[in-house]
């Protein structure tokens, strides 16, 4: 079982939608969590960081974790076209001499 | 200049050529990584160095060869790559290595003829 599992889509909604995208994990230590955006041809960027379990929000975007399921989700409210790229998720354990592992990626399209 | 920095953001190369990438982070960060992006696949991290010092190489072949002159500046020096090294280039900085949040330059798309 890989440590991070995305589900690369491509997922296809309508200008308008909500959106949600998720990974799954397998490793308990993981209390750090991220969401990276990445348009196509540029760097990822960082869009949401949480920390154990709860919700964040952010605009029209919200990010929640469930650690007892080893669940995260990201939402989107009120799609844009510009929202369309591949979204990354991304968590740690922030223990001395780790890095972030990483989901595959999300291809999301919003269509007008 | 702010973030993180790629230079050049666009290379073709022959597979008998000698080139190099470089990053440099603004962001007084002490740890950097080159990862490699492929279509259709998810982020490799390639080199881990922290203060300097490298951490991690994950198998990667020695014609890719990682230099850290300092905490801000990263190179990727590349010889005799192979066509199926073509890829998007990615560094990225952290404040250090306990899992930090990483920032990430836009990228060197490279293409290796």
């Known amino acids: 079982q890989k440590e991070v599992e995305q589900d690369p889509g491509p997922l296809s909604v309508p200008e308008g939608a909500i959106v949600s995208l998720n990974c799954t994990y397998s490793?308990?230590?993981?209390?750090?969590f991220m969401w990276y955006r990445q348009y196509s041809r540029k760097g990822p960027e960082l869009l949401m960081y949480?920390?154990?379990?709860g919700n964040k929000e952010d605009g029209r975007f919200t990010a929640q974790v469930d650690k007892s399921s080893k669940y995260i989700s990201l939402f989107i409210r009120d799609s844009q076209p510009s929202d369309s790229a591949t979204y990354l998720c991304a968590m740690s354990a922030r223990q001395a001499g780790t890095a972030l592992i990483f989901g595959k990626g999300t291809t999301l399209s919003v269509s007008s | 200049e702010t973030g993180v920095t790629q230079t050049p953001r666009h290379l073709v190369m022959g597979m008998t050529n000698k080139k190099s990438l470089k990053c440099e982070q603004h962001l007084g960060h002490n740890a950097m990584y080159w990862y490699k992006q492929s279509a259709k696949k998810p982020l490799e991290l390639m080199f881990v160095y922290n203060f300097k010092e490298q951490t991690e190489n994950n198998s990667v072949p020695s014609r890719f060869s990682p230099e850290c002159p300092n905490s801000s500046h990263l190179f990727l020096h590349l010889h005799t790559l192979q066509p199926e090294d073509s890829a998007l280039y990615l560094c990225?900085?952290?404040?250090?290595?306990?899992?930090?949040?990483?920032?990430f330059g836009p990228g060197t798309r490279l293409l290796v003829l």
């Open positions: 949480t920390y154990s379990s």
């Open positions: 990225a900085s952290s404040q250090d290595m306990r899992g930090e949040t990483q920032y």
């Open positions: 490793n308990s230590a993981f209390q750090y």
